[in-house]
Every structure is written in structure tokens, then in C-alpha cells.
């Protein structure tokens, strides 16, 4: 559902600007790829949700100042951040998108709990363990595969 309108044009150029001139190292400590499917996600919401015209603002405003953002200050730095987060949370409980990996991880936080019982009844712990992750990463994998499929993933 990724809309591309002209903000959305706009914003992904001056991220992309931002991708080139930066090193690697400050291109992920300002999730500049991350902020890019955002900002493609919240362009195709902003027409029906109030929320996502505000997060419009924001984002223009974060690239505004995000070329003196390794300038300034920690604090400063970490609003950059938590206003990134605050977005995808919205995304996710608002409009029910997940972000990559979501499935994945939750398949191996639950395997690994049904690992320990697949291997007490084994008599072997550390033998079900291992089973139990296999089992939720296969699981994870394909509702990671399922959600991207129906346009889901952030």
C-alpha cells in the first residue's frame, strides 16, 4: 500500500541525498533506510489518518535538521530517535503493519519455551532446545513470508 506522492519523492531524494553524503556508520545510527519505508508507508496513510499528516511534518522537519544532528547533542540525537520509533509504533498498532524479522523473532523467543519442554520429555534439555528454535524460526519465517506477501512489513 505504499503510496508515492510527491512528498513522498521529495523525502526519499533528501534521504537518499543524506544516504550518500553520510558514512555507513551514520547512515544506520540514523536509520536513514529504516526512515525511508516509513516515510513510504506513512505517504500512503496520511490521506485517511490525521496521525500519519502529522508524522509528515516530523519527517520533513527531522531532515531538515539531520544534517546538523552529528553536531549536536546525545539528547538531541536520541529524540531523532525516538520520534522514528514513536512512528513505526503507530504504524503498528494503528494500521497493523509489521516490521522485518517481527515473526521471526517471536518464533524464537516461543521455540526456545517449547524446546525446554520438548526436551524434558526427551529426558535432554539441552537436545530440545535447539528443536523447539528450529520449529518457531521455520514458523516465523513463514508468517514473516505470509505478511510481506500481503503488503504488511514496514
Same mark, same amino acid.
Given at each position: ?7 513522498? =519523492? ?7 541525498? !543524506? ?20 516515510? %513510504? ?5 496520511? =490521506? ?9 511534518? =516530523?519527517?520533513?522537519? *527531522? *531532515?531538515?535538521?539531520?544534517?546538523? *544532528?552529528?553536531?549536536?547533542?546525545? &539528547? ?26 517481527? !515473526? ?6 516461543? &521455540?526456545?519455551?517449547? &524446546? ?6 526427551? &529426558?535432554?534439555?539441552?537436545? %530440545?532446545?535447539?528443536? %523447539? ?14 505478511? $510481506? $506477501? =500481503?503488503?504488511?512489513?514496514?
Amino acid at each position: 500500500m505504499e503510496v508515492h506522492n510527491r512528498w513522498y =519523492e521529495d523525502t526519499a531524494k533528501a534521504i537518499n541525498s !543524506y544516504h550518500d553524503t553520510l558514512t555507513e556508520k551514520e547512515a544506520k545510527r540514523f536509520k536513514l533506510d529504516l526512515l525511508r519505508r516509513v516515510a %513510504g508507508r506513512i505517504a500512503g496513510f496520511s =490521506e485517511e489518518c490525521g496521525r500519519c499528516q502529522i508524522f509528515q511534518q =516530523e519527517i520533513t522537519q *527531522l *531532515l531538515q535538521n539531520l544534517g546538523n *544532528l552529528s553536531l549536536l547533542s546525545k &539528547g538531541t540525537r536520541q529524540s531523532y530517535g525516538r520520534a522514528i520509533k514513536n512512528m513505526v509504533k503507530h504504524l503498528q498498532q494503528d494500521h497493523k503493519l509489521i516490521t522485518r524479522g517481527h !515473526y521471526v523473532g517471536l518464533g524464537t523467543a516461543l &521455540g526456545t519455551g517449547l &524446546g525446554v519442554a520438548i526436551g524434558a520429555v526427551m &529426558g535432554s534439555v539441552g537436545s %530440545g532446545i535447539p528443536i %523447539g528454535m528450529a520449529i518457531g524460526v521455520a514458523i516465523g519465517l513463514y508468517l514473516d513470508s505470509k505478511a $510481506k $506477501k =500481503e503488503g504488511r512489513v514496514i
